[in-house]
């Protein structure tokens, strides 16, 4: 995936019906949004993905056709559009749906991406189809709609300021400039790789499921000076050892480096916590190679209260476990 482009295409829109009859193969149904709906095709040297959305009135878009082609499916094409079209409208429209077959791994597949199951409509497939439908393997019978707000995760939720910077929740938007250090290898070393798209997406969604549980999860870093994203930093639940701890966690672009902005959106974080959360302690699990981090944590208070072994990415990596407990008012901890 070096030179992948999505593009939105305006004529000739019927030059794409043999892809267009992988997700919807007949060919009727297909003539009756193509041509008011708006097509996407993703390239990766030639044509491999293409997707019809279409306007529903009321703020709603309806993904009509998402399909790839045979020879190219389940190398991230598809994630990798549709995740492109979400971006594309987030922001101007309240949500977007689809209807699919009860298939558990297209099911799997659009849950991974952040939508949810609505509802279902059934018999669908028998009575709008003048054939059998199968698709990886099952016979599809009823239609299973999901949806994925567009609107819900806009930058009005701020959630702490410092002197310089405004942490607030992560939008879909957000996703190229999270890029910017999640998919760079240097900031990324404790992690051993940059993350793919798919990867990025994937914590964006973990974000907004812990804006919903939780009402806390990592946070989109924005300097008060300019607006612009130079980070992520917040609290969520993370496994250590043989319970679950509040984490606050930290990564910035490299060009934001040695400013001190993580250790000033830390202490915020930090306080966020004993304050807003009424807890007693806090965590930061940072890899025993990550100095740079491990200096943060000891900036907002934090000391190592022991060590343990994370299996990630097929290594295991031994982590310090950094905390600080609440000072209370009669000078006792926690």
């Not at 922001?91 to 279902?120: C, M, N, Q, S, W």
């Not at 009424?278 to 965590?283: G, H, K, L």
Request: charged fraction near 30%.
């Amino acid at each position: 995936m070096e030179d992948i482009s999505i593009r939105l295409i305006t004529e000739n829109k019927k030059d794409f019906l043999p892809l267009l009859l992988l997700g919807d193969e007949q060919e009727s149904h297909i003539d009756k949004y193509l041509e008011r709906g708006e097509l996407f095709a993703l390239y990766d040297g030639d044509l491999k993905s293409v997707c019809v959305v279409t306007d529903e009135g009321g703020g709603i878009l309806e993904i009509q056709n998402l399909a790839t082609d045979s020879r190219h499916q389940k190398q991230g094409y598809a994630s990798r559009l549709i995740d492109y079209v979400a971006g594309y409208y987030a922001g101007r429209y309240d949500k977007i749906i689809l209807g699919t077959g009860d298939v558990p791994g297209i099911l799997a597949f659009y849950e991974h991406r952040g939508f949810v199951v609505t509802h279902r409509v059934p018999d669908y497939f028998t009575i709008h189809y003048d054939h059998p439908i199968v698709e990886d393997g099952v016979l599809l019978k009823d239609q299973v709609y999901l949806e994925k707000e567009l609107r819900q995760k806009e930058a009005k939720n701020i959630i702490l300021e410092t002197k310089r910077l405004i942490l607030r929740e992560m939008t879909q938007s957000d996703f190229p400039l999270l890029c910017k250090h999640l998919q760079d290898a240097e900031v990324m070393y404790a992690y051993e790789h940059a993350f793919s798209d798919a990867e990025v997406q994937e914590g964006i969604n973990k974000q907004f499921q812990r804006y919903e549980q939780h009402g806390f999860g990592v946070w989109s870093v924005i300097l008060k000076e300019n607006r612009e994203l130079v980070g992520q930093c917040g609290l969520s639940m993370q496994p250590c050892e043989d319970k679950e701890v509040l984490e606050i966690g930290y990564i910035f672009q490299k060009a934001h480096w040695h400013k001190g902005y993580a250790t000033e959106a830390a202490i915020a974080c930090r306080e966020y916590a004993f304050n807003e959360l009424d807890v007693d302690e806090v965590f930061s699990l940072i890899r025993d190679t990550n100095i740079a981090s491990q200096n943060v944590a000891k900036r907002n208070g934090m000391s190592i209260r022991g060590t343990y072994t994370k299996h990630y990415h097929g290594i295991d990596m031994p982590h310090y476990i950094f905390s600080v407990k609440r000072q209370r008012k009669d000078g006792a901890h926690g």
